[in-house]
């Protein structure tokens, strides 16, 4: 709250700057009453900014762009601040009848939260963090499955194929909800010829609270989640891993270049888009919805996860704030079995996004 607060008192004191001038050269100096406005504006938008720069944002002040460059975009947002205003003086007038007084005070405080965001988002934007490289010794995969007997038996093979030829050491670990077509059962057989655990779970409990249980028992300094079911191409294994030692979180992607959704109606693919807009303003994340990620361990040390969210790989991006890389994936659709995922999907996932919107705004506020 404290960036907010002092936000605050720049903009109170650009007001008295504002006034100051306006009365200076319309009385003592004799200009017309718009021009002296225009200097008190410009004045204020400059004093206010050197006090942002100094106090408000110190710490972000040594950016890229330099201090010439902060003080245009600072100049930029403040005038489209103006603009925006009027208009809602405007709006809120003329539309909805609402006084005149009252109308501007809610134009101010919609300018007010637009320069803040804007300029903490954009002027005054963090540096990206610069992950250190780093070698990585081994990866812990979480698979959740339910009925997913026929499925788990291919993946787990075609997994330690691609890992061992590309010499990552890894394990996986499957954590079965006591599925009735006793895929925890041919998990376990899996156990003679790869290293695997298996967790089994009394059970549906659910997709994000699975992947958690499963971090818990992880080995692994990366730790990465699969679905069984084969949409997710155990190709992209290698270059998930490998981007690993630059980044703290990589994602399958179907929409970076190179990636790309197999056999999908129209109607599917337009709600998958609606879903991805829908979180757009929360990461980096251009494929929003993918369930096929990997993350460095520590990533996990901040952000408490909802067992009960819907998407825990943006729950994950979104909370962590983790250096992202999109890797390319051509998503399938499963091979066997169906989705264990009913009907209320898309609400599931705007109640998940309120939560993740609420975290976000809150976390902005702190900064
Ligand atoms: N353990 C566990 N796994 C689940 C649960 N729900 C789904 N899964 C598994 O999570 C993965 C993703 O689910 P899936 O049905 O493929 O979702 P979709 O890809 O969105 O259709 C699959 O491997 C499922 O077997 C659950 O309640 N518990
Ligand atoms: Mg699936």
Redesign the pocket.
Known sequence: MKRFLKFATVGASGIFVNEGLLWFFTEIVGFFYLVSSVIGIEVSIITNFILNELWTFRDRSKGKGGIFGRGVKFNVVSVAGLVINISVLYFCTTFLGIYYLISNLIGICCTFLWNYFVNLGWTWKAEEKEGKTRKIKMVSIV??????KENIQKLIPMIFQVLRKNRIKGEVIV???NSPDKTGKAAEQLKKRFPVKVVH?KG????SS?VIEGFKIAKGDVLGVM???L?HPVEALPEMVKSLEKYEMTVGSRHVPGGGIERWPLHRRALSKSAILMAKPLTSLKDTTS?YFMIRREVLEGPELNPKGFKICLEIAVKSGAKLKEVPIIFRD?AHGE???GGNVMWDYIVHLKDLYKFKIKKKLHE
Not at 143 to 148: A, H, K, L, S, V
Not at 204 to 207: E, Q, S
């Open positions: 698979i959740p499955t339910y009925n997913e954590v079965d909800d779970r549906k409990l659910g997709l699975a679905d069984a079911d949409s369930g499963r989705s264990k995922l």
